[in-house]
């Protein structure tokens, strides 16, 4: 057999891919070999020299070779290829394995043509770009260093940007194991076309600056390494907001991190070397996991074997351990199986290492990334590196045994879901683990987004916790709305009690004449301490306490605009519920928002002429009102919800005909009492039906839902039977109007309510019957009505004896029917009732001091009085005319001269002068004040 020359070496080497001696990296590295000239001997011998092919594999080889190739031409490189500078690229297609080499070396022209090969195609050189210009790239400065390489900033004159290139180290450079990785790291990353990944943008064979190897030009990065802004964080100090936004921000870096690997993964690569100094975090905002010169393709097929590890904590460890022999190819690559980890070899560095990694086995998994990352994620929340020790070996034993502090345990900061998250990542045992590192970010993304963690149990109260952080304005509204609710509150009771400080130092001051004075103003500041401490006790619920307050304030003297302010804010109060809940379509939530109408309703009435006009909600009962009957038209309404409907309804329409009957216009009141009745469809109760008082004490105890159900509806019977008798009064139709008082006394009755305001509602009813008998001339109807109002207010009294508006209802009552026994002759019994009305003027003084109104009718009941007594008991007469004299002309100083004021003056002077001629008394001054009033 002839020796083969040096221009057969090409046809040798195809010869030796087609059948599978070497693999394509060896290939690569034979190729520059043969380009730069720099092979000291034949292809053929070099291969056997080094061990990788047998003699007889080597004959194999050169059979039929000679000076003259196959078909008669010369086989040698293309004048192009032998004069190609060493700094051109390679192409990732010159790394595959292609049985089509051989035939093109040997289908060189028989003219001798000369043929450039290419070891992917086998294309011929008009289908290839031409070859880059030496110089393409002016290397300016090192830009970094690592135990193998160096990373160049440079400058490509043909695209006219830096880039970043990267280089062996001398050294590492005359190891064909080096350069061939070396190789393998270009090739993986620039196959890895990720965001997360820097793109390479040429791979050259060498001999660029004075470099041995192989180097390949990538973009080149700015910023810092997670390392770095790991120092950083730890530098922070631990609760300031800086610290917790940079936290936030590395643990979304971190999720970048997790989707690049996760990609990688899915391209069957395994990284071997995550690690904090190997993840970039650009200026932009961009995160990069760089140095693949690790990474491996995942194989079909692994070997198990013992290592033994050389290495040190802080960088790559590997051994010196002779390279495997396998020469499985990856089809999809073209890469050796066993290119990536080797016999007798651990790669990675120790720290970040997984337990399968650091026992150097060979089979790998995404499992050994994901450990990796979990460690990243333990130095992350804690500052601390979860396998530090002084020594490599005490390291890895820590990392094979997984033995590391549970972050908590570092510090208390660290959220027990992120915890989970680590400690699974964590896991000993691989098939424990996160399946991928996709599932691992999104667990982070999860925690971080407020969502719950798949890997932690939480407790109800963390539930409750993590629902605040993510509903984060609706707890911010509930919040503004209590606070909103306590300033009200305040501010009502301090303005409250600078009005009683103002009126308590006028009283004060105006009432020093006798002891008597003292004694009743004493009694009346303990009432008042009494009423202000009522009022100090807010209710939770905002439209109870602001529409119930602002009722007892109107006795209250100096306290109206407070009422009416309070009426105000009770008002927006109700239609920003209503606004908040009107586009809802629950039941409840709809009735709820009727609700509120229908107290918005309640308030403006009771605003009267101060109630500002809104065109939204300027008809709050008649909006409520067609809700209602279409809430109530729903199937699917329970019959709790459908109760309150109906209740509420009725409170509706007898809001409008209450209305209504107050302007009187007749065609609108009929059209009031047809709409009442067919909103009043609530259950009717006759006199024979026991009322809830006279049900059994075990009743009481097992059923107070339906008690309370039976309250409302029955009040809210009695209300449209009141506005049903104003709305009749107003057409002329007093019969049917006192049928329906009588209808309305008789629901209230039934009900036997000892709460305060349905007792109230019952006297109203009581005392407008009386009136309306009154002015038929049915005296002995009005008297019983009377009799049971007074009876009622009585009770009243024992149990409220501190109200002035129970003491100025029961004196009325008191009047009117002494009015009414006056009428029917019976004057012993009419002085009576006017005495018992003034006793309760009286009390209703000490209760409330200085009402101008109180006193007038405390004026008018002694006049009364006296004109009663002045045939019997003149002197009597006299006494209670001269009270009345003096509290009208105290009321005239102060105030003014109201007509109504000066009426009942001239009345009281014109009997007072009478009187005390006919008992031969001095009468010129009241005469004289007679005639001043005198118009």
């Not at 707890?475 to 009126?503: K, M, S």
């Not at 009929?670 to 049900?695: F, K």
Request: proline letters at 5%; one cysteine or more; a neutral charge.
């Amino acid at each position: 057999m002839a020796n083969p020359s040096r221009e057969n070496n090409s046809v040798i080497l195809a010869r030796a891919l087609e059948q599978r001696l070497i693999d394509n990296t060896l290939a690569a590295e034979l190729l520059l070999q043969l380009q730069n000239n720099d092979a000291s001997m034949p292809l053929d011998v070099q291969l056997v020299s080094r061990g990788l092919i047998t003699p007889a594999q080597r004959s194999a080889l050169i059979e039929g070779l000679g000076d003259t190739a196959p078909g008669g031409g010369t086989l040698c490189l293309s004048p192009s290829q032998q004069n190609t500078p060493v700094d051109t690229p390679i192409n990732s297609a010159d790394l595959s394995a292609s049985a089509s080499l051989r035939a093109q070396a040997s289908s060189t022209g028989a003219a001798g043509a000369a043929t450039k090969v290419d070891f992917g195609t086998g294309a011929p050189p008009a289908d290839l770009p031409e070859r880059r210009e030496r110089d393409r790239y002016d290397w300016e400065a090192e830009h970094a260093r690592g135990g193998l390489g160096a990373v160049w900033r440079g400058w490509d004159r043909q695209l006219e940007r830096h880039v970043a290139l990267k280089v062996l180290q001398p050294k590492a450079a005359k190891s064909r194991k080096m350069r061939r990785r070396f190789v393998d790291e270009a090739m993986i990353t620039g196959q890895l076309e990720h965001p997360g990944i820097v793109p390479v943008y040429d791979l050259r064979a060498g001999g660029a600056k004075g470099f041995e190897g192989p180097y390949y030009a990538m973009r080149m990065l700015t910023g810092k390494t997670l390392s770095d802004e790991l120092k950083r964080l730890n530098e922070l100090p631990t609760k300031s907001p800086e610290a917790q936004l940079q936290r936030h921000a590395l643990l979304m870096a971190f999720v970048s991190v997790c989707d690049t690997i996760a990609y990688a993964h899915r391209q069957r690569v395994l990284h071997r070397d995550i690690k904090p100094s190997n993840i970039i975090l650009g200026d932009y905002g961009e995160v990069l996991v760089v140095d693949w010169g690790l990474a491996k393709r995942l194989p079909e097929n692994q070997q198990h074997e013992g290592t033994r590890i050389i290495g040190s904590a802080d960088v790559p460890a590997t051994s010196n351990a002779s390279r495997s022999q396998s020469s499985g190819v990856d089809s999809s690559t073209g890469l050796q199986s066993g290119s990536r980890t080797l016999h007798g070899e651990v790669l990675g560095t120790p720290l970040y290492m997984s337990p399968e990694q650091a026992s150097g086995k060979t089979n790998l998994t995404v499992a050994s990334d994901i450990f990796s990352l979990g460690v990243i994620l333990y130095e992350l929340l804690t500052g601390e590196k979860a396998f530090a020790a002084e020594d490599t070996q005490t390291i890895l034993r820590r990392v094979k045994e997984a033995q590391y502090q549970a972050p908590r345990q570092i510090t208390k900061r660290v959220p027990r879901p992120l915890e989970a998250i680590c400690i699974k990542a964590l896991a000993r045992d691989p098939a424990q683990r996160y399946p991928s590192a996709a599932e691992l970010g999104a667990e982070v993304r999860r925690h971080l987004a407020g969502e719950r963690v798949q890997s932690y149990s939480e407790s109800l109260g963390e539930r409750l916790l993590r629902w605040s952080g993510k509903n984060r304005p609706l707890v911010l509204t509930l919040i503004a709305a209590t606070a909103f609710t306590a300033i009200v509150a305040t501010g009502a009771c301090l303005v409250v009690d600078a009005a009683r400080r103002d009126e308590t130092r006028a009283k004060l001051a105006a009432q020093q004449a006798h002891r008597e004075e003292q004694a009743a103003r004493k009694r009346e500041e303990q009432a008042k301490h009494w009423a202000l401490a009522q009022i100090q006790q807010t209710r939770q619920a905002a439209d109870s306490w602001l529409l119930d307050w602002s009722g007892d304030l109107q006795f209250y003297p100096g306290l109206q605009p407070i009422r009416v302010d309070l009426l105000k804010k009770a008002e927006s109060h109700y239609v920003e519920t209503y606004t908040a809940a009107k586009d809802r379509t629950e039941p409840a939530v709809v009735l709820e928002s009727c609700r509120s109408l229908v107290r918005l309703g309640d308030v403006r009435r009771l605003l009267g002429p101060a109630a500002p006009q809104r065109d939204a909600l300027g008809a709050p009962y008649e909006l409520a009102l067609v809700s209602l009957t279409k809430l109530l038209e729903l199937d699917a309404l329970n019959a709790e919800l459908a109760e309150s409907a109906r209740v509420q309804r009725c409170r509706a329409a007898t809001g409008i005909a209450l209305g209504v009957a107050e302007q009187g216009d007749p065609a609108a009141c009929r059209a009031a009492l047809e709409q009442l009745s067919q909103a009043a469809t609530l259950p009717q109760l006759t006199d024979s039906t026991p009322s809830p008082s006279a049900a059994s004490p075990a009743n009481h105890t097992t059923q107070p839902d339906r008690h309370d159900a039976m309250s409302r509806r029955q009040a809210a019977l009695a209300r449209a039977g009141i506005a049903e008798s104003r709305l009749r009064a107003a057409l002329g139709e007093t019969d049917r109007a006192d049928q329906a008082l009588a209808t309305a006394q008789r629901t209230l009755a039934f009900l036997d309510s000892k709460s305060p305001r349905d007792q109230a509602l019952l006297t109203s009813v009581l005392l407008e019957r009386g009136q309306s008998a009154s002015e038929r001339g049915d005296l002995a109807g009005a008297d019983s009505l009377y009799q049971l109002a007074a009876d009622l207010l009585a009770s009243r009294c024992q149990g409220d004896a501190k109200r002035p508006d129970v003491w100025e209802t029961r004196a009325l009552c008191e009047l009117l029917r002494g009015e009414v026994r006056e009428r029917r002759s019976m004057q012993r019994e009419a002085e009576q009732h006017y005495r018992q009305s003034l006793d309760c003027f009286r009390e209703m003084l000490k209760c409330l001091y200085g009402d101008d109104y109180l006193n007038e009718n405390i004026a008018i009941a002694r006049i009364n009085l006296a004109r009663m007594c002045a045939a019997e008991k003149p002197l009597d007469a006299i006494e209670h005319l001269l009270a009345a004299r003096d509290e009208l002309v105290t009321l005239i100083r102060r105030d003014g001269a109201r007509a109504s004021w000066v009426s009942h003056l001239r009345r009281c002077l014109t009997t007072l002068v009478e009187l005390q001629q006919s008992q031969q008394q001095d009468a010129a001054e009241n005469r004289q004040l007679l005639e001043a009033l005198s118009p």
